[in-house]
């Protein structure tokens, strides 16, 4: 499972599939403040991933509104839309909209997409990019949980290796040895109180 494998498909499939100039997607860095292009579809796509083109969280632009609001935010045109900010990369952009994409109330990036025609974002695409959003979210979420797991693992190894030797402890005091190098080697204290139930 490759999260920017999945993220690069989806924004290639957007411009494809519905004739669009520019799709991107930008995730929150753990700050909460700044929002980096991750992957990106267009004419001028690999220029601003090798630049690393970021926006600041609330920024005057289409993305920083989006993940400041967790709402999404339409410029149908955008000679009219004060929020929308000129990125020279992008000269043929006339609409663009930024659909959040989160969980629950917790920002983690934006859906950013751009036409060369005015008012092309109505309510019925606003809906399906929506819903790709939110199939984004899910994919963040499964690939944090399959990288937790994946470092989790060796501690949860080695928890079960000292649990094996203190339930195998012949007496109080060879198990209260096991249980001190359990303290010692495991930077978790739930993971002990779970040996101890």
Do not use: C
Not at 10 to 17: A, D, G, K, P
């Amino acid at each position: 499972f490759n999260l920017d494998e999945l993220l690069q498909t989806t924004v290639h499939l957007i411009v494809e599939r519905f004739g669009f100039y520019h799709a991107g997607i930008f995730l929150i860095d753990s700050s909460g403040k700044l929002a980096s292009l991750r992957a990106a579809h267009g004419p001028s796509a690999e220029e601003m991933l090798k630049r690393g083109h970021q926006l600041e969280v609330g920024s005057d632009s289409i993305v920083g509104w989006s993940s400041a609001n967790l709402k999404p935010r339409v410029a149908a045109d955008v000679e009219q839309d004060p929020v929308y900010r000129k990125n020279p990369l992008l000269p043929g952009t006339r609409a663009e909209v930024g659909i959040p994409i989160a969980l629950g109330n917790v920002a983690l990036g934006v859906l950013d997409v751009q036409s060369t025609e005015p008012h092309v974002f109505d309510e019925e695409m606003i809906i399906v990019l929506q819903t790709l959003a939110n199939q984004i979210a899910a994919a963040i979420h499964n690939a944090t949980l399959v990288e937790s797991a994946r470092l989790d693992a060796p501690e949860a190894e080695r928890v079960y290796r000292l649990s094996h030797e203190i339930a195998q402890a012949r007496s109080e005091e060879e198990a209260l040895v096991a249980l001190g190098r359990v303290m010692k080697e495991t930077p978790h204290p739930s993971i002990v109180m779970q040996l101890m139930e």
